[in-house]
Nanobody, 124 residues
Framework: QVQLVESGGGLVQAGGSLRLSCAAS????????MAWFRQAPGKEREFVAA????????YYADSVKGRFTISRDNAKNTVYLQMNSLKPEDTAVYYC?????????????????WGQGTQVTVSS
């Protein structure tokens, strides 16, 4: 069982930055691929970014490529999402997700564990 706790959300103006963190309780955090998803009101949960167990492989949604960076610190059992040049359309609840293994999935059903989410609001 893995517990995930996100933090770092908030209100920011367009063009600003935020860094989200996700702390994991996993005994062996490095056994898990990690990802960030987001869900805006009235919309389906969508993939944002994923990172492999070692951090050596990453994958991004086209909508955030070049603006967001996913990273992890296995010594701290934490994954991060650095979000720059934020836009109002980035407003959503952001969720951290984990799955054991090597594959970087882009669908929410590919992940076994989820955090409770953190709200990000970008004002225009």
């Amino acid at each position: 069982q893995v517990q995930l706790v996100e933090s770092g959300g908030g209100l920011v103006q367009a063009g600003g930055s935020l860094r989200l963190s996700c702390a994991a309780s996993a005994r062996t955090f490095s056994d898990y691929a990690m990802a960030w998803f987001r869900q805006a009101p009235g919309k389906e949960r969508e993939f944002v970014a994923a990172i492999s167990w070692s951090g050596g492989n990453t994958y991004y949604a086209d909508s955030v490529k070049g603006r967001f960076t996913i990273s992890r610190d296995n010594a701290k059992n934490t994954v991060y999402l650095q979000m720059n040049s934020l836009k109002p359309e980035d407003t959503a609840v952001y969720y951290c997700a984990a799955v054991p293994g090597l594959r970087l999935g882009i669908h929410h059903w590919e992940y076994d564990y989820w955090g409770q989410g953190t709200q990000v609001t970008v004002s225009s």
